[in-house]
C-alpha cells in the first residue's frame, strides 16, 4: 500500500514536486520501519531463515578406529621348526612338515583374544587355512594366559601378542596359502573380528621376532613319563617323576562332562578336582604349566580318564 501510494504520489501533476519529495521520502521511510520490525519485532522468521534451518548442516566424520587385531604371515626357519618336531614328537601335526607359517595376532593394548578353550567366556580364536599346492595341518595353540574378570570369571588367552602355528606339508610350486581367523577381543567389553591374509609360501618373511620365539616355546609337549598319575575319588593327582620339576596349575581343554574346579598342591602332587556330568570325555586334559630347572615348561597332559 505504501509503495503503490508513493508511485501515486509522484506521478500526480498538481503538486510541486518539493511535496512530491517529502511524501515520497515519508513512504520510504514508513516502509523501512515495517520491514525493520517484521525483522528486528517479530516472531515468526524469514523465508530464507527457514530455507537455512531446514538445509541438513555438514555431518561429523568419525576419524577410523584402527582395527584391535591385526594378523600378519611369516615363516619359522627351518631350524627351530626342527626344533619344536623333535620336542613335540612323531605324533604331532608337525611331524612330516616342510614349513611352519607363524600367524601373529597384534592386539590393541588391553584387550586380549582367546585360546582353544576360552574358559569360562569368550570364544575360541579359530583358523580356516586354504593351501594351493601344500598340505595344512593342524592348527598349533601356544599356551595361554589366565584372565580373571570383576565377577571372577575366568578365561584364557592372549593379550598383546598372540603367535598361532600352521604346519604345512607337501608343498609344490607356487605354494600359497589363504587364511581367515575368527576370533573375539575383549577389554571391558568385546567386539567380534575377522581377519583374512594370505601370500606365497616362498615369499613369506622370516619369523624372528622375540615374541614369535616365546610362542615356539609355549606350544606344548607331551607330558609322558615325566608325571605319574592316578584317580582318587574322582580328583587327579599328579606327581613329577623329576625331582627339579615343579608343576604348578593346568589350563583345561574344553569338555561338557567334566568340569574342572579346584586344583591343589600339596607337596609336590598338584591334585585336580573334577566334576562329572556323564561319561568321561575322550583325548587330553589340558596343559600343564611346569618349572624344571627355573624354566617355564609347557606340557600336554593326556592321562586315561576313570571309567564311567
Not at 60 to 87: F, G, I, M
Request: charge should be negative.
Amino acid at each position: 500500500m505504501i509503495e503503490r501510494a508513493a508511485v501515486a504520489v509522484s506521478r500526480s501533476a498538481p503538486y510541486p514536486a518539493c511535496v512530491t519529495r517529502i511524501v515520497c521520502s515519508l513512504a520510504t521511510a514508513s516502509l523501512a520501519l515495517l520491514l525493520a520490525g517484521c525483522k528486528t519485532g517479530g516472531t515468526d522468521p524469514t523465508a530464507a531463515e527457514l530455507r537455512a534451518n531446514d538445509e541438513p548442516g555438514p555431518s561429523k566424520v568419525e576419524p577410523e578406529r584402527p582395527p584391535l587385531v591385526t594378523v600378519e604371515l611369516a615363516l619359522v626357519d627351518d631350524a627351530a621348526r626342527e626344533r619344536l618336531a623333535a620336542r613335540l614328537g612323531p605324533g604331532s601335526s608337525l611331524a612330516g612338515a616342510e614349513a611352519l607359517v607363524a600367524v601373529r595376532h597384534q592386539i590393541e593394548p588391553g584387550w586380549h583374544i582367546y585360546w582353544k578353550n576360552p574358559g569360562e567366556t569368550g570364544l575360541r580364536t579359530r583358523l580356516t587355512v586354504e593351501a594351493e599346492h601344500a598340505e595344512a595341518g593342524e592348527t598349533l595353540y601356544p599356551a595361554p594366559e589366565r584372565f580373571a574378570s570383576e565377577g571372577g570369571q575366568q578365561s584364557y588367552g592372549w593379550g598383546e601378542t598372540a603367535v598361532l602355528f600352521v604346519p604345512l606339508s607337501e608343498l609344490g610350486e607356487g605354494a600359497q596359502i589363504e587364511l581367515r581367523s575368527n576370533y573375539l577381543a575383549c577389554a571391558q567389553s568385546c567386539i567380534p573380528g575377522e581377519s583374512e591374509v594370505g601370500a606365497r609360501v616362498a615369499e613369506l618373511a622370516q619369523a624372528s621376532d622375540a615374541a614369535t620365539v616365546e610362542m615356539l616355546a609355549r606350544v606344548p609337549e607331551p607330558a609322558n613319563a615325566r608325571v605319574a598319575s592316578s584317580w582318587i575319588d574322582g580328583a587327579l593327582h599328579l606327581r613329577p617323576s623329576a625331582e627339579d620339576l615343579q608343576l604348578t596349575e593346568l589350563f583345561p581343554y574344553a569338555t561338557e562332562t567334566a568340569i574342572l574346579g579346584n586344583q591343589d598342591r600339596t607337596g609336590d602332587d598338584l591334585v585336580l578336582h573334577y566334576r562329572f556330568t556323564g561319561a568321561p570325555p575322550a583325548g587330553a586334559q589340558g596343559v600343564l604349566r611346569a618349572t624344571l630347572a627355573g624354566q617355564t615348561r609347557w606340557l600336554e597332559l593326556a592321562v586315561p580318564w576313570p571309567p564311567a
